[in-house]
């Protein structure tokens, strides 16, 4: 992967080029009831930037990383409906060029962010465990939890005190690199009432923890659930993967975060009452799909913690759209998807 930069104007991240690639090997075997897999990875990248210091001198620095990674996962087939597996392994991400260098406002969130040219890479070391359950087309269930280590993990630190502009003051956080644990469950269910109405349940819930400081770990998300319901109707000449969907999400405060350290308490928790539906009609050889979709229906006040603009203004309120999705193939054969 090449990359490359360049700016008119103000300031944020400087003129740079990146290269950067990697080669990786995967085994996998099978036998019985039985899945081994097993790969390994070494990464390479350079990074070179262009940008004028204090003293207004061009310079150009560069910096090189590399790592070696790799992970070893199994799969065990109780039968047909039940299956665990496990993997284990490590990971690697160099610092971005934004995580280095930048140094002003960003549009795009409304904040000043600050990087330092001195982080190195994160290294990840993390084991997953997850059974899934599958009894035909009636139910279906999957259970994960996981624990990463990650090394060097960088991360934005709000600074307390704004940065005052002539536009007015902006809240201001700088990358920073701590060692940080990161434990956590994902739950999914989706039991079919009737053979097209169906109910699906969604939960993540995560738990980090700063060990640099040994305090909770700063703008992580709070626990969510979803519940739907979802009515598919039967085809109808060319209208086909006709179907409606009403959904209720539940978002939790976040109240693990360390004291007296970010700009804003917490938002509280909320809910949001959503629908879809959707149709696919055939043009020919094509499905042209059409779609509608409302958000927050019940036009709740709310704010949501991993969104910066909450420090300014309230979340998205009630909100429509309408898709339309047109695939770039021509095939003969048409299938009937399965909508979850």
Known sequence: MTQGNTYEGRFFIPNYRNYSGGIFWIERWKKNKVELEAGIRYDYKWLKVYMYDASKILISPLQQFSNLSGSLGGIYHFDKRLSFNMNAGSAWRAPGVNELYSNGLHHGAAAIEIGDKNLIPEKAYNIIASANYNYNKKFRAEISVYYNFIKDFIYLQPTLVPTLTIRGAFPTFNYRQVDASFKGIDLYANYAILSNLKFTSKASILRAFNKTINDYLILMPSDRYENQLTYEFKDFKKIKNTY?????????????????????????????????????????????????????????????????????????????????????????????????
């Open 244 to 340: 409606a969907s009403i959904s209720v999400l539940n978002v939790t405060k976040q109240w693990r975060v360390p004291d007296n350290n970010d700009f804003a308490v917490p938002p509280n928790g909320y809910m949001l009452l959503n629908f879809d539906a959707a149709f696919s009609i055939q043009v020919k050889r094509q499905l042209i799909e059409i779609g509608f979709g409302g958000n927050n229906l019940l036009n709740t006040v709310y704010r949501d913690y991993l969104n910066r603009f909450r420090y300014y203004c309230d979340g998205m309120g009630r909100n429509f759209s309408i898709r339309l999705k047109i695939p770039f193939n021509n095939s003969p054969k048409i299938s009937k998807s399965t909508n979850q």
